[in-house]
């Protein structure tokens, strides 16, 4: 019984211990969480770190007992199947075949499998239930061993190359920080914001850059480029220091007489008014959705045409202006010297890297490292807190000082419940809640810059593009072809290709392979390209139906869910020529609202 379990677990030997489950977010703390309510009856802390819908660190401890453990989800620190860990790492023990109860006329058995279309991988059938349980015992068993042994011999190389414990950091992003932090970084070098100041950085910041340009094509090559984010880190230079603040336009401020700042050794984030030149095919300045209020979809980046207020970073203003597509002028910002702070550690990590074969675990781990530093820049602060509370407890006298963000009922005495302060802007001024969001923008807007040079390029004609990748027609040259750092790498060839929106697209390579990826539908091995094809006449779409997990507190259980499959005109207008859509447009902005 799981309580049972725990209650070996929590045993002083053991204290200060860090069990690892794989998915444990998104799978095993659902069964769990019941098992914590009892503890918490039982005078157990249980204090949780959860970040959205992950759960970084579940922690249970009894004073008076000298007893406390860690929950942790391996998955956050190697984003791997079990099964390709095992043969990453070289362990003894590897994952194993998973067995499934068949039994159909067993029809009150909750553990038999009505259906087992939703599985990508091989699997065991069984009819006798007592050998099924047996079986799945043995699985399960096999899959924690292969996981420890994957853990210690991952704890162990991190160690004697960077003299670091895995266990105190939960996330790859926090072991990539930490190894910078302790072998690369300058003390009082990465500037740190809170507050207001936090918030007006944190608009500038909106992600790589993904674009459908031309619906269909022929004779298409996608190209992948080798390390983007690493390549534009060890490659410009950052913000560091003291943070400045600036009123007006800053090419006033870099003119003013005897003026220590100029374009080469400062770098800002500025609230600034934009306006194409004349309209562009491919716009390339990328700003946060303006919502159904503006004429434009929720949840989206948009890159216009026309009028538009954005927070711009000094790369992109300089690429722009220099480019001479866009007229812009700023009118406050934040203003910072520069440094190159993170060559050293991508040169290094990259080198490391190519040092070890891609079969061996050292050649993952640097890559999972070299590509997670920038995202601990990223990270949002948490200012939610999630805890069990007592159903006898008054929640709407608790709900007067708190927000409320997520609510799971556990069962007739506990809920478990995700809050805020009501007056969270207060709790961000505070250092505990301080982040470094400017180095974090200036890295995506360095990669939104050098992906720019595909766009508007005569000698390109680009289709469709990736934070990372390039969809054109025709070969690149030769210099631009590697396996350095920022060199691309031909991906794919394609006979034929249809795009039907961001990250919807499929294509038939010179091989006569079909590649076809739609976001947010698992099961895209089930479309035709024929099918896709048919999508790009007007009003066109296909009814599908994909496996989706629903998870509460006593099962997971799967369900068909709906998906309409079409082609998309949430980030650009869709041209059709006899009801085919055969190019895009970017959508026009006057004033931030769309004409």
């Known amino acids: 019984a799981p309580l049972n379990m725990f209650k070996q677990m929590l045993n002083r030997k053991y204290k200060g211990y860090t069990f690892y489950a794989h998915n444990f977010s998104g799978f095993d703390v659902n069964f769990i969480l019941t098992t914590l309510s009892l503890l918490k009856d039982e005078g157990y802390k249980i204090t949780f770190m959860k970040n959205n819908d992950k759960y970084i660190n579940i922690s249970i401890s009894h004073k008076s007992k000298d007893v406390q453990i860690n929950l942790r989800d391996s998955l956050l620190v190697l984003p791997m199947g079990l099964s390709k860990l095992g043969d990453q790492f070289g362990v003894d023990v590897l994952k194993s075949i998973e067995p499934i109860y068949d039994n159909l006329s067993d029809i009150y058995n909750p553990f038999a499998m009505k259906d087992i279309s939703h599985y990508n991988k091989q699997v065991i059938l069984i009819q006798d239930f007592n050998l099924w349980k047996s079986k799945v015992t043995s699985y399960c068993e096999t899959d924690c061993v292969s996981l420890y042994q994957i853990m210690i011999k991952f704890r162990e190389l991190v160690f004697y190359k960077w003299e670091l414990f895995i266990e105190n950091y939960p996330t790859t992003p926090s072991i990539a920080f930490a190894i910078f932090r302790r072998h690369y970084l300058e003390d009082n070098v990465i500037p740190i914001y809170k507050g207001k100041i936090f918030n007006f950085l944190r608009e500038s910041f909106t992600g790589g850059s993904t674009e459908m340009y031309k619906p269909y094509g022929e004779n298409v090559n996608c190209y992948d480029v080798n390390s983007l984010y690493p390549t534009v880190m060890a490659n410009n230079k950052f913000p560091v220091g003291k943070t400045y603040e600036f009123i007006g336009d800053i090419e006033l401020f870099y003119r003013l007489e005897g003026s220590i700042w100029n374009r080469d050794n400062s770098y800002f984030i500025a609230d600034a008014a934009i306006k194409t030149v004349k309209d562009l095919y491919q716009p390339y300045l990328q700003i946060n959705h303006l919502g159904k209020n503006h004429g434009l979809a929720d949840n989206r980046t948009i890159s216009p045409n026309g009028s538009f207020n954005m927070k711009i970073n000094s790369c992109e203003y300089l690429n722009a202006i220099d480019r001479g597509d866009y007229n812009i002028s700023t009118s406050k910002g934040y203003l910072w010297f520069t440094k190159s702070i993170f060559s050293n550690f991508v040169n290094n990590i990259y080198n490391m890297r190519n040092l070890y074969p891609k079969t061996d675990p050292m050649n993952l781990i640097c890559k999972l490292i070299l590509n997670s530093l920038y995202g601990r820049f990223a990270m949002k602060p948490i200012i939610s807190t999630t805890e069990l509370i007592p159903r006898y407890q008054n929640i709407w006298n608790f709900l007067d000082k708190y927000i409320p963000e997520d609510w799971i009922e556990i069962n007739k005495d506990y809920i478990l419940l995700t809050y805020r302060p009501d007056n969270d802007d207060n709790l961000l001024d505070s250092a505990e809640y301080s982040n470094s969001i400017a180095i974090a923008s200036a890295i995506t807007a360095y990669a939104r810059v050098f992906m720019s040079q595909f ?141």
């Open 455 to 595: 766009k508007n390029n005569p000698d390109f004609d680009l289709l469709y593009s990736d934070t990372d990748s390039a969809f054109v027609n025709g070969k690149l040259p030769d210099h631009l072809i590697g396996n350095k750092l920022g060199q691309f790498k031909l991906e794919n060839s394609f006979k034929e290709i249809v795009f039907l929106g961001p990250k919807i697209y499929s294509g038939i390579t010179i091989d006569d392979k079909l590649i076809t990826k739609v976001k947010g539908f698992k099961d895209s091995k089930i479309l035709s390209f024929e099918q896709i094809k048919s999508l790009l006449i007007k009003d066109s779409s296909i009814e599908l139906k994909h496996t989706k997990w629903f998870r509460n507190i006593d099962n997971i259980e799967m369900k068909l869910s709906p998906y309409l499959l079409s082609n998309t005109e949430n980030k650009r207008g869709i041209i059709y020529k006899n009801n085919i859509a055969i190019d895009t447009k970017a959508f026009t902005l006057n004033n931030n609202f769309k004409v």
